[in-house]
């Protein structure tokens, strides 16, 4: 798989980039609307899904950056700090297991798909 998800250090932040136009992860949008067809995986919809994620399994991430998508890409940022910096890794882990994990996901949107607030 491609590098879909990676850090990307600026003057003032890290910024967390989840680029979902890759071919995979499309097709793993797909499965995922087949599940709950208000999951359609544009940028806003990964935002929502994994900002319901977040609170329920990492909830001290919940509040510690910024989300900022669009329609083809996810976008996180975080202050640039120490802190900052380990928790853009925890992000990019939590997508990555989401991603390389798809079962995971696939049962995540199967059981809590209805609080997610879909786009």
Not at 52 to 68: M, Q, R, S, V, W
């Amino acid at each position: 798989m491609s590098e879909y998800v990676k850090i990307i250090e600026n003057d003032g932040s890290f910024d967390v980039v989840f680029y979902i136009d890759d071919p995979e992860i499309m097709a793993i949008g797909e499965e995922l609307a087949a599940i709950n067809e208000n999951a359609y995986m544009n940028g806003y919809n990964w935002e929502a899904l994994l900002d319901c994620y977040i609170t329920k399994f990492a909830p001290g991430l919940a509040f510690a950056f910024e989300a900022d998508s669009e329609a083809d890409m996810y976008a996180a940022y975080f202050e640039k700090s120490e802190e900052g910096a380990r928790n853009a890794e925890t992000l990019v882990n939590i997508i990555k297991s989401l991603i390389e994990n798809k079962q995971k996901l696939l049962r995540f949107v199967s059981e809590y798909g209805d609080e997610v607030e879909w786009d």
